[in-house]
């Protein structure tokens, strides 16, 4: 191969001293062809491998390699092999004994030397279409870093965005999840593309046929969108949300953000969505809002009839009064044991209707083997049966104020009948509240009257249930003022006023 500075020599000497080919050759003992390839070609000279060289380690495991890689196109994409593993095999299963790094140095020439699939860039215009996808995200909740469930919508033309986070990706969340999602854009988006979830998708044939949950039915049908799936691990059909999800990990879940509950979480994740309507699109030449403010005439109008984001269940309480969800049991009033019940399950609570009457609602708990209880549901049973009321399951997991619960524990020494006194307590904070009754138990605790007389004394008189009596407008800024109680003793003592 000719020298970087013999090449250099040879086009000076004809180009700027007007030597011929033939003299160059004789002046510099190279061959006329080298000096006319020279001549041609202005670039650097580079080494070419006329045969390409021996590989004495790595040759022989070459075929398994392409064949692991060959085969892994059948599979799912999440159960390939990584070029470590297939290290790995090499070693423990061929008896390789090379590098890992010429191993990945293959697989990674392998795969770059697949073709490539091309993508058509996209322009739905403001036409109303949405994509939408999960995301798991860490946050700190009441300083307890846990791993939260972000649910999120964009719409293609005005690239506007919304997320919310829930605790857990089930049906609930995604029905909840889409009533905020359509009153934060104003409206329906006439389609949107979707994954394959469980929630949304019973079952999946081939192409794009799907057979529709009963949660996605009942949202479409309210709400009269169209869902566009996309084909299994094809994700890069909805890339505008798969770019949205790296948008919001980098600019809101960096750092990770502290929370004290997971509505103060929502309320910032919402206020980052309007903050970000006020974004500038240069190939759009318009803000997000601006954009939206448009795309808000080809979404769907908003139903008049509020959805219900709510899972229904037939149950039958237990003879314990509790009905079983989602691995936890909740309680019900002890009049309902036996009885068939409905129950509505929402991200943040549990409802329980017989027969359309709403009997009892629970705070939603997402730990599992849990009984969450309510104590006025069995104080008519515990009215009959008071014996064993402190080690009832309903009275351990109250939660009182430490007057209240100083009260009750003196009650329970000094009382001679201490179980019909504290479930007459009880009674009392059904009927007044526990804080009420816990100011109450504080005074008489200072009065040193613990009994169950003094409780009920001290607690403040009903409000007069009688008609309220209207003030005629012309009187109501008419104000009486009172007189001095010294004017009343100066007319007992007969002096003038």
Request: hydrophobic content about 40%; some cysteine; glycine content about 4%.
């Amino acid at each position: 191969m000719i020298r970087v500075d013999t090449k250099e020599r040879i086009r000076e000497l004809h180009f700027r001293e007007g030597y011929s080919i033939r003299a160059i050759s004789r002046m510099l003992k190279v061959a006329r062809k080298t000096v006319k390839r020279a001549l041609t070609d202005a670039e650097p000279p580079r080494y070419h491998l006329t045969k390409e060289r021996a590989k004495r380690v790595i040759g022989p495991f070459l075929p398994i390699i392409y064949q692991l890689l060959e085969e892994d196109q059948l599979r799912p994409p999440k159960q390939r092999h990584t070029a470590r593993r297939i290290f790995e095999r090499l070693r423990d299963e061929y008896g390789y004994q090379g590098s890992e790094a010429t191993v990945r140095l293959y697989v990674r020439r392998w795969h770059q030397a697949q073709p490539k699939e091309m993508f058509l860039p996209m322009d739905f215009g403001l036409n109303g279409w949405a994509q939408s996808d999960w995301f798991e995200a860490l946050i700190e909740l009441q300083g307890t870093v846990i791993t939260v469930h972000v649910f999120l919508i964009r719409l293609c033309g005005s690239r506007a965005l919304f997320a919310r986070a829930y605790l857990k990706e089930n049906a609930e969340a995604i029905l909840d999840a889409h009533v905020h999602s359509f009153n934060f854009f104003g409206g329906v988006p006439p389609h949107i593309a979707y994954d394959n979830p469980k929630t949304l998708v019973a079952q999946i044939f081939s192409g794009r046929r799907r057979k529709e949950s009963q949660y996605l039915q009942a949202l479409r049908l309210h709400y009269l969108f169209q869902p566009e799936f996309c084909l299994p691990y094809e994700a890069h059909e909805k890339g505008l949300a798969e770019n949205s999800v790296r948008l919001l990990r980098h600019n809101f879940f960096v750092p990770i953000p502290k929370v004290n509950s997971l509505e103060e979480l929502n309320e910032h994740l919402e206020r980052w969505c309007l903050k970000y309507l006020e974004e500038y699109l240069p190939d759009k030449e318009a803000t997000v809002g601006e954009l939206l403010a448009k795309e808000k005439l080809s979404l769907l109008p908003l139903p008049e009839v509020p959805f219900e984001p709510a899972v229904f269940r037939s149950v039958r309480a237990t003879r314990q009064a509790f009905i079983h969800f989602d691995g936890n049991r909740y309680s019900v009033p002890v009049n309902m044991a036996h009885l068939p019940l409905t129950l509505r399950a929402y991200v943040d609570r549990i409802e329980i209707y017989h027969e359309d009457e709403k009997i009892a609602v629970h705070t939603r708990c997402y730990a599992q083997g849990k009984t969450i209880t309510c104590y006025t549901h069995y104080l008519p049973l515990l009215k009959q049966k008071p014996n064993f009321v402190l080690y009832t399951l309903p009275f351990r997991q109250l939660k009182l104020p430490a007057p209240l619960e100083q009260f009750l524990s003196k009650l329970a020494t000094r009382s001679p009948k201490p179980p019909q006194d504290i479930v007459a307590c009880l009674e009392l904070m059904a009927e007044h509240g526990i804080e009420t009754v816990a100011e109450a138990a504080e005074r008489a605790l200072l009065m040193d009257t613990v009994n169950v007389t003094a409780l009920k004394a001290l607690l403040p008189l009903p409000s007069p249930s009688g008609p309220k009596v209207e003030v005629p407008e012309d009187l109501r800024d008419y104000r009486v003022h009172m007189p001095h109680p010294a004017k009343y003793d100066r007319l007992l003592g007969g002096a003038a006023v």
